[in-house]
Structures are given as structure tokens and as C-alpha cells.
């Protein structure tokens, strides 16, 4: 049934069938794709095997193909799900893309297997669709993955934590501010993370009516025959298929102002644990007496004031306020009793005397069994944050320009009068907007005033950019990821680090059928 390629499994002898839960589907059509225009895995075979016997075991059809040609809109129409299995490079041309696009914003389900990040990187859509582009990898070993979601079909037979061997990919940018994390990767369990503490591994979302799932796991061919990883891969599927419900939607936004307590750049004694009650979907945890956290980024200079986002069912205890280090000067003590629950947040907040040098936060109690867990805190008080606007006619670059009127240098002159006169416009396939600001500066607060901040209708405000920050002008760190914004100004906050450019990338310039991007003015501030 509707065989588009029937491909050789002679490998489905050398593949022991595992135990996988079999499931009482109605039925559904599964498109496999394995193209690869880069780097081949030479586990592919194995793969569709495994996905050819998931099939057969759990009521749907399975079609494999590398052939692009699949992908037209009458096609893809006849399946639930198309899985992307280890695809690299550019697999699709431009009037596939837009086939395929539209069949997932229409209710079509996307799989991306391990390589799928390794695809399409000059395809905006596609870069949304899987959550995050590859960056590299370490050697094969093995690593301890901490599950964040236990209900979800593609995780919902692990424990809290799930140990296998591996290809282990960094990723380009961090997905969560868009996609609901499943599981990460413990990057003190092995060698060659460069995500730090918060590194997913596997994800899902949803793009209008579509669904995305995406799995880092399946590099090996022995991973195909793991039947904790089949399970994984089958719950993905039976999710992007339609066949299992699940909430994808990403981790509440942490609010204007506050700082996520898993961001931590050091530590003793925690963990972190996923939470979607907890802004950002984490919080750490796991606290006992005498350990500690401690943020680089975040200096005390001139603050007068603590408030932290905490939740108890234990103990209680106190968080000590220190500077420079977690044996440093003790800025203040704030009390935490129970709260009725890990379930329940609420803020508390204490008075600092003055101090210079990062924050260090030091747990303490007499309890057993955990003391209290913390989401996000702010520091309060001091001086005015600078008014300089960093990148105030500094030279700007960008794609492309709608006229010669509205070229980059419009969206860094300092003024935002309104219609044609004084934006950057952009009609390019790929729109993007940079600014060299001259010379590594700290940078922590990006503003960017849209269309309606200009005096247009603001159905033209930016709907979906990225904020990006480099040293170099090549290798860029995402700061932020904002999707379905309607309003006028945007305000980007982020641990103040040396930038010399910044970079806006537009995903989908405006919140109607316009397909110009409009950026009225861009700042960027020291905090």
C-alpha cells in the first residue's frame, strides 16, 4: 500500500526484535525518509527495519523512500506522520519545501531521527520544525540522560533517568523557549557537552496544526534493536501520527527581569528538574543542606534586594546571598519555609547589604530528604540600568532591502518616524539584520521596535525572530527565541557577556500574508 520505494531488508535478520508495548491503533501511514545529500549513517537500513517491524506491530504502514519527489502536496496527504530518518544536508528543492511545509501546518506530523538536525540549515521553517540545528559531537560513549517528562508517549516507559551509548549531539541553539523538552543530557556523566546544564536531548512541539517530535538518540545500528530506545522512537511516532495525545507546548516564559536558577554556571549537590508549573520548565532541586549555586553572569553591584520564586513540601531552610564566591561575603539571609508543596510556588524576598562580584546562593537547613526547590529570583534595587544605546549608529549589514531608502542602517539611526522613512525592510528569502557594534562590549538587553512602534499597522510587527550574539561575526549563541509576537516593542534580557555583533534573524516577518520583515530601530544596552 502506496510503496514508493521498497528498499532491501536484508538487515532485518541481523536485527533481534525487542520488547516494545504494542498499541491498538486505528490505522495510519508512516512516510520513512533517509535522503542524505552529506554525511551517511550507516545505520539507516537498521533503522527502517526497526520502524518497518514497530509498524507491523502496532497497525500502521510504513513506506521508506529517498526519493524528494515523495514530497508533493497530493502525496504526503495520504500519511498521518513523515519521519526524517538521519537525513543530511539540503534534501528538498524549494517547491518540495513548500509542499511540505504546508502539509505540516495543515495537521501533518514530523519525526527527525538523530541526523534530522543535521538538515536543510538555510530553510527557516525546517530549522523551527526540528527544534535546533546541529553543532557537533564528541566521541561515541555513553551518557545519563534525565527524563523531564514521564507522561509523554516517547518517554513515558523510563525511569527519571535513562543511561545508553550514543552519539551524543550539542546543538546550535538551545530549543526550549519553543519546544516542550523531554529529556536532557547530564553533561557531568560524560565528556564533550557544550551545552552546560541544560542540554535537551529530545523534544516535541507544535507548529499550528502540525506536530514535531525530535529524538538526538538512534546514530548507532545497536540503538535500533534497544527496545527502551524503540519504545522512544514508536512514542514519537504514535504522537507526530496523531495517535497519542501529549502537551507540547513549551515551559512557561520566565518573566521580564528574572533569572532562572538553572542557569547556573557552577554548583554543588544540585540537580535539575523539569517542571512545567516552573517558568522556563525547570527548576533546581534536590537541595540539601550546604550546597550551592552560583551565576558568573549576574553581578551584585549595587543591589539592595532578593526575591526568589521557591516551592516547598520538605523542610524549609534559608538561601544565604553571597558575592564572589560560596565562602564570600554574606549579603543577606532569606527565610523559606513549606510552601504546602513542590507544587506550589510562591515569591519571598530579603534586603542585601552592598556588595560587588557574581552571586553565589548557599542552601541551608536541618531537614532530610530535600529542603526546598528554587525556579528564578531577581536582584532589585541599584542604579539605573545605562541609557546608552550600544549599537546607535554603528554600521549595519543585513540580506537585502526593499528600497534604497530602507536599507539596515534605517534600523540604527536613533529615530522611528513612521511609514517608508525610517525602518529596514526585507523581501529576501533568508531575512536577516546585523550590526558590528565595534569592539567587544557587555551586552544583556536587546530592544527591538517593530512596525507598529513606527507608526504602521502593527499587523506588520515581526510574528517569529531569533536574537543572536557573536565575538566573531561567524559562530552565533541564540539569546532568545520569540514566536507569535504581536506587540509594538520587544525586550531581550540575558546574562551580560562580551558581544561584538548582534544578529536578528526574521522567521516570519508579520502576523498576516505580508512577506516583508520591518525592524524600526534595534539597541542593545550593558543590562
Request: net charge negative; hydrophobic share 40%; glycine share 12%.
Amino acid at each position: 500500500m502506496r510503496k514508493l520505494l521498497a528498499l532491501a531488508t536484508a538487515t532485518a535478520a541481523l536485527l533481534t526484535t525487542a520488547a516494545v508495548p504494542a498499541y491498538a491503533d486505528t490505522a495510519f501511514d508512516v512516510l520513512v525518509f533517509s535522503k542524505t545529500a552529506g554525511f551517511r549513517h550507516d545505520a539507516i537500513p537498521a533503522g527502517i527495519t526497526a520502524i518497518q517491524q514497530l509498524g507491523a506491530a502496532n497497525g500502521f504502514t510504513v513506506t521508506a523512500t529517498e526519493d524528494a519527489a515523495a514530497f508533493t502536496t497530493a502525496n504526503l496527504a495520504q500519511y498521518e506522520a513523515v519521519v526524517f530518518l538521519s537525513t543530511t544536508g539540503d534534501v528538498l528543492d524549494a517547491a518540495q519545501q513548500t509542499a511540505f511545509e504546508s502539509y505540516i501546518r495543515g495537521g501533518g506530523g514530523y519525526v527527525g531521527v538523530h541526523a534530522a538536525a543535521d538538515t536543510e540549515y538555510d530553510w527557516p521553517f525546517y530549522g523551527d520544525l526540528v527544534g535546533a540545528w546541529f553543532a557537533s559531537h564528541p566521541a561515541i560513549q555513553q551518557a545519563t540522560l534525565r527524563v523531564e517528562d514521564r507522561t509523554h508517549p516517547a518517554t513515558a516507559h523510563l525511569g527519571a533517568t535513562w543511561v545508553r551509548t550514543d552519539e551524543l549531539y550539542n546543538y546550535r541553539t538551545n530549543p526550549r523557549a519553543t519546544a516542550h523538552v523531554l529529556a536532557t543530557l547530564d553533561e557531568t556523566t560524560y565528556s564533550g557537552g557544550t551545552m552546560g546544564a541544560d542540554h535537551p536531548f529530545a523534544w516535541c512541539k507544535t507548529i499550528q496544526s502540525g506536530r514535531s517530535f525530535y529524538t538526538g538518540a538512534g546514530h548507532t545500528q545497536e540503538s535500533y534493536s534497544d527496545s527502551a530506545f524503540r519504545a522512544h522512537l514508536l512514542g514519537g511516532i504514535r504522537y507526530a501520527g496523531g495517535k497519542a495525545a501529549a502537551d507540547c507546548s513549551p515551559g512557561s516564559v520566565v518573566p521580564t527581569g528574572r533569572v532562572e536558577a538553572e542557569s547556573y554556571t557552577s554548583q554543588s549537590g544540585v540537580q535539575i528538574v523539569g517542571d512545567g508549573a516552573a517558568h522556563g520548565g525547570n527548576r533546581v532541586g534536590y537541595i540539601d543542606n550546604g550546597d550551592w549555586v552560583g551565576y558568573s553572569g549576574v553581578n551584585v553591584s549595587g543591589k539592595t534586594g532578593f526575591t526568589a520564586r521557591v516551592a516547598s513540601g520538605g523542610a524549609g531552610g534559608s538561601i544565604q546571598i553571597r558575592s564572589g564566591s560560596a565562602t564570600g561575603p554574606l549579603l543577606g539571609t532569606l527565610p523559606v519555609a513549606n510552601t504546602g508543596g513542590y507544587g506550589t510556588f510562591v515569591d519571598v524576598s530579603t534586603a542585601l547589604s552592598s556588595s560587588s562580584g557574581p552571586l553565589f546562593l548557599v542552601f541551608v537547613g536541618t531537614g532530610s530528604g530535600g529542603l526546598f526547590d528554587v525556579d528564578d529570583f531577581a536582584l532589585t534595587g541599584g542604579s539605573t540600568p545605562p541609557a546608552t544605546n550600544l549599537a546607535l549608529n554603528k554600521t549595519a549589514t543585513a540580506d537585502s532591502q526593499c528600497a534604497a531608502t530602507e536599507g539596515p542602517a534605517k534600523a540604527v539611526n536613533g529615530t522611528v518616524n513612521g511609514g517608508n522613512a525610517d525602518k529596514w525592510c526585507s523581501l529576501g528569502a533568508s531575512k536577516w539584520w546585523r550590526v558590528d557594534l565595534g569592539a567587544s562590549v557587555s551586552v544583556g538587553r536587546v530592544v527591538i521596535r517593530h512596525a507598529g512602534a513606527g507608526g504602521e499597522n502593527t499587523a506588520f510587527n515581526t510574528r517569529d525572530f531569533d536574537v543572536q550574539t557573536s565575538t566573531d561575526g561567524n559562530t552565533w549563541t541564540t539569546v532568545s527565541q520569540v514566536r507569535g509576537n504581536t506587540a509594538n516593542v520587544t525586550t531581550t534580557t540575558f546574562g551580560p557577556a562580551g558581544v561584538r555583533y548582534l544578529r536578528v534573524n526574521v522567521i516570519a516577518p508579520t502576523n498576516n500574508a505580508d512577506t516583508a520583515a520591518r525592524l524600526y530601530e534595534v539597541e542593545a544596552y550593558a543590562v
